[in-house]
T-cell receptor, first 112, second 112 residues
């Protein structure tokens, strides 16, 4: 069975600073990996996904993530954050079944 | 362009009452899902339906039932609500293969 661990429950960062949100997964089979963002009182929307191919994946709003199979990680990065990036971010993994398993979430707080 | 529509958006129940959360998608997706979101726990899968006519349990199915009425609709029923079922419920759908989940806006349920 798949599982996801998001290593930080909250990440405070100043505006225009870089940020990394960490995600580790466990799975015995090939995986597909996702990052979703949830703004306050809204549903979830996809930031980016890794299905196959290049291990560096670029998403919306300047975010990118790197798939590292040996470390079983899929960390999310942004070189310069904005106040509007304040939200909760979820890492998720899917294997050969149709189930998508989510991590507990990381709240990104961008301060001015 | 509705996507995934959930009703109701808010509901307050007393312990022991029953209710059904409705979900419909207009993207011709085969797979549909019900998740619950609780602070610090991310999204946990309650039930999912890989295709019309099939349903399977997720991580936290106890106290819930589902019906895949047709390809568009997937409802979640609480037969006898308990305070532990106070949560935000999200419906989602997914096309064939490894594509992303599309989420509804959520239904906030409070059980007193």
């Amino acid at each position: 069975a798949q599982s996801v661990t998001q290593l930080d429950s909250q990440v405070p960062v100043f505006e225009e600073a870089p940020v990394e949100l960490r995600c580790n997964y466990s799975s015995s089979v090939s995986v597909y990996l996702f990052w979703y963002v949830q703004y306050p009182n809204q549903g979830l929307q996809l930031l980016l996904k890794y299905l196959s191919g290049s291990t560096l994946v670029k998403g919306i709003n300047g975010f990118e993530a790197e798939f590292n199979k040996s470390q079983t990680s899929f960390h999310l990065r942004k070189p310069s954050v904005h106040i509007s990036d304040t939200a909760e971010y979820f890492c998720a993994v899917s294997g050969v079944t149709n189930k998508l398993v989510f991590g507990a979430g990381t709240i990104l707080r961008v301060k001015s | 362009n509705a996507g995934v529509t959930q009703t109701p958006k808010f509901q307050v129940l007393k312990t022991g009452q029953s209710m059904t959360l409705q979900c419909a998608q207009d993207m011709n997706h085969n797979s549909m899902y019900w998740y619950r979101q609780d602070p610090g726990m991310g999204l946990r899968l309650i039930y999912y339906s890989a295709s019309e006519g099939t349903t399977d349990k997720g991580e936290v199915p106890n106290g819930y039932n589902v019906s895949r009425l047709n390809k568009r609709e997937f409802s979640l029923r609480l037969e006898s609500a308990a305070p532990s079922q106070t949560s935000v419920y999200f419906c989602a759908s997914r096309g064939w293969g490894t594509g992303e989940l599309f989420f509804g806006e959520g239904s906030r349920l409070t059980v007193l």
